[in-house]
């Protein structure tokens, strides 16, 4: 048991100093994302997140393909330059451990993203991701578009029965009042003649 213990520790520390070794000649890069498939909406952010590191100072370049064909986003070195290209300047924020934000994510935004990390030795190593933008909004739109429309009818139907039903009440007041007009007339007079005061 302690011997297959023994043995396993001197495997461990073969294999590391071995990396090490290789790392130390070759130059050595890692890099670590978790989620490389991106859905997002338009007008949203993605976070592309990566972990980079290597052994020298690494220099960290983000470009994107599509069936337009590839165009660089940026360069940057961790606690150096960042060059962000003038289409993307307003648009990107980097970050030390190689990852970048791209902001109000537009539907041309669709496509293939490579990270490639390069060594000053030369050695080099990439990561790419993929981002779908959709277009949610557009079906919710119509929905409440439809919707407002069929309130709007209604509102407008509500509007003119009320006009009407005002237009028929008003109608009958008058005739009303036409109708009890001269009786009312006739009585008064009937009422101011028989006054005997008025006679004087
Ligand atoms: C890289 O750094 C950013 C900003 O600090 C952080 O949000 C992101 O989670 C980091 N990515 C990884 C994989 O650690
Ligand atoms: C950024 O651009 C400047 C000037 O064009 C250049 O000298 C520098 O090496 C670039 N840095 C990176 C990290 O590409």
């Keep these: ?6 043995w396993n520790v001197h495997n461990v520390a073969v294999f590391l100093s071995v990396t090490l070794y290789m790392c130390h000649i070759a130059g050595c890069i890692s890099i670590h994302s978790a989620q490389r498939n991106l859905s997002r909406s338009v007008q949203e952010d993605a976070l592309f997140s990566v972990d980079v590191s290597s052994t020298g100072v690494p220099t960290i370049e983000w470009t994107f393909m599509s069936g337009a064909g590839s165009r660089s986003i940026g360069t940057w070195q961790p606690q150096g330059d960042v060059n962000i290209t003038a289409d993307y300047s307003s648009r990107v924020k980097t970050y030390e451990n190689g990852s970048m934000i791209l902001m109000d994510l537009r539907l041309q935004d669709t496509g293939f993203y490579l990270l490639t990390v390069t060594e000053p030795a030369g050695s080099s190593k990439d990561v790419g991701f993929v981002l779908r933008v959709n277009e949610v909004l557009y079906e919710d739109l119509q929905y409440l578009s439809i919707t407002a429309l069929a309130l ?11 006009w009407l039903l005002h ?3 008003m109608k009958v007041k008058a005739w009303r009042l036409r109708k009890q007009m001269p009786e009312n007339d006739e009585t008064e007079l009937q009422r101011l003649e028989s006054q005997p005061g008025n006679q004087s």
Excluded: D, E, P, S
Excluded at 1 to 6: I, K, Q
Excluded at 152 to 162: E, I, P, S
């Design 152 to 162: 709007g009818v209604v509102a407008a139907l509500l509007m003119l029965v009320t």
């Design 167 to 169: 237009k028929a009440c």
């Design 1 to 6: 048991m302690r011997h297959f213990r023994l």
